[in-house]
C-alpha cells in the first residue's frame, strides 16, 4: 500500500523557519522524482520544489527561491523541505507528491500557517 505521510507544519512567526517531512513506503522511493505543492485558502495548487532521483537535480518556484531548500534520503524513504524567512503568503497547505511514469501519489497534506 502506497503511502505519504507528511508531518513538520504548524504555526509560525515570519521570519521563522520549519522543516517538513514526507515519509514514502509502498514503491521504490529512490525511483521517484518527489515534489511539493502548497494549497493557500482560494488558490489552486502550486508547485514550490521538486528534486529528481538521487538528489541530482532541484528547482523552486521564483516565489521561495533562496528561501527553501528540498532534500530527500532514499535510505529513510524521506524527503524534506526546508523553509526559511517564512512570510505571511507562505500559508497554505504543503503536500508531497512522488511522480515516475505514469505513477502519481500524493500525501494527505500539513498546514503551515506563518502569523505574528
Known amino acids: 500500500q502506497v503511502q505519504l505521510v507528511e508531518s513538520g507544519g504548524g504555526l509560525v512567526q515570519p521570519g521563522g523557519s520549519l522543516r517538513l517531512s514526507c515519509a514514502a513506503s509502498g514503491f521504490i522511493f529512490s525511483m521517484y522524482v518527489m515534489r511539493w505543492y502548497r494549497q493557500a485558502p482560494g488558490k489552486e495548487r502550486e508547485l514550490v520544489a521538486a528534486?529528481?532521483?538521487?538528489?541530482?537535480?532541484?528547482n523552486y518556484a521564483d516565489s521561495v527561491k533562496g528561501r527553501f531548500t528540498i532534500s530527500r534520503d532514499d535510505n529513510k524513504n524521506t524527503v524534506y523541505l526546508q523553509m526559511n524567512s517564512l512570510k505571511p503568503e507562505d500559508t497554505a497547505v504543503y503536500y508531497c507528491?512522488?511522480?515516475?511514469?505514469?505513477?502519481?501519489?500524493w500525501g494527505q497534506g500539513t498546514q503551515v500557517t506563518v502569523s505574528s
Open positions: 528534486i529528481t532521483p538521487a538528489g541530482g537535480s532541484t
Open positions: 507528491n512522488a511522480d515516475r511514469l505514469w505513477n502519481h501519489y
